[in-house]
T-cell receptor
Framework: DTEVTQTPKHLVMGMTNKKSLKCEQHMGHRAMYWYKQKAKKPPELMFVYSYEKLSINESVPSRFSPECPNSSLLNLHLHALQPEDSALYLC????????????FGPGTRLTVT | TQLLEQSPQFLSIQEGENLTVYCNSSSVFSSLQWYRQEPGEGPVLLVTVVTGGEVKKLKRLTFQFGDARKDSSLHITAAQPGDTGLYLCAGLGGNYGQNFVFGPGTRLSVLP
């Protein structure tokens, strides 16, 4: 099983809302990632968690707040977003940070109005 | 910082034709991965190449890793409309050498 699941599939939120994106994997992977993908562009790394600890933050604004409650779950809390934050948000996991293969979830299509 | 380039950016072909897309870098990568992504979906891992000169086949898809491990190619034989999508190459790199660097992608359209 190489499945990474993400919820919700689609999300529309206003600039004053607070919402959360969720990601889950049951492959026993110890590294989990959040990516942002704008239309017609490749995924851009946002955060890396290794063994439930934040390992890399690619200078992401504080209106995005990641959380790793346990080794299978990864959340991304959203607050006071801007319309330019509208994008496809992808979660991925790998055996360890630096492993050759990452497995991606289907993504959450976020629209900020 | 390691960068990956892909060519062509866009490719539109008829069903049954063959095609090759390329992924190049000036840096050496310990491995390269190829993904296919359909609109609104996450990238799906197709293959990982690790050894310089390695060739891997996946049905009608043939992947090659350059001898110097700086480039890779994906060849599709007898393309089908179901092959349509964004093809991304990726390799371990970035500022920390611990996360994936993605190429900009090749957008393939196979017309029936």
């Amino acid at each position: 099983d190489t499945e990474v699941t993400q919820t919700p599939k689609h999300l529309v939120m206003g600039m004053t809302n607070k919402k959360s994106l969720k990601c889950e994997q049951h492959m026993g992977h110890r590294a989990m990632y959040w990516y942002k993908q704008k239309a017609k562009k490749p995924p851009e790394l946002m955060f890396v968690y290794s063994y439930e600890k934040l390992s890399i933050n690619e200078s992401v604004p504080s209106r995005f707040s990641p959380e790793c409650p346990n080794s299978s779950l990864l959340n991304l809390h959203l607050h006071a977003l801007q319309p330019e934050d509208s994008a496809l948000y992808l979660c991925a996991s790998s055996q360890e940070v630096g492993s050759y293969e990452q497995y991606f979830g289907p993504g959450t299509r976020l629209t900020v109005t | 910082t390691q960068l990956l380039e892909q060519s062509p950016q866009f490719l539109s072909i008829q069903e049954g034709e063959n095609l090759t897309v390329y992924c190049n870098s000036s840096s050496v990568f310990s491995s390269l991965q190829w993904y296919r992504q359909e609109p609104g979906e996450g990238p799906v891992l197709l293959v990982t190449v690790v050894t310089g000169g390695e060739v891997k086949k996946l049905k009608r898809l043939t992947f090659q890793f350059g001898d110097a491990r700086k480039d890779s190619s994906l060849h599709i034989t007898a393309a089908q409309p179901g092959d349509t999508g964004l093809y991304l190459c990726a390799g371990l790199g970035g500022n920390y050498g611990q996360n994936f660097v993605f190429g900009p992608g090749t957008r393939l359209s196979v017309l029936p």
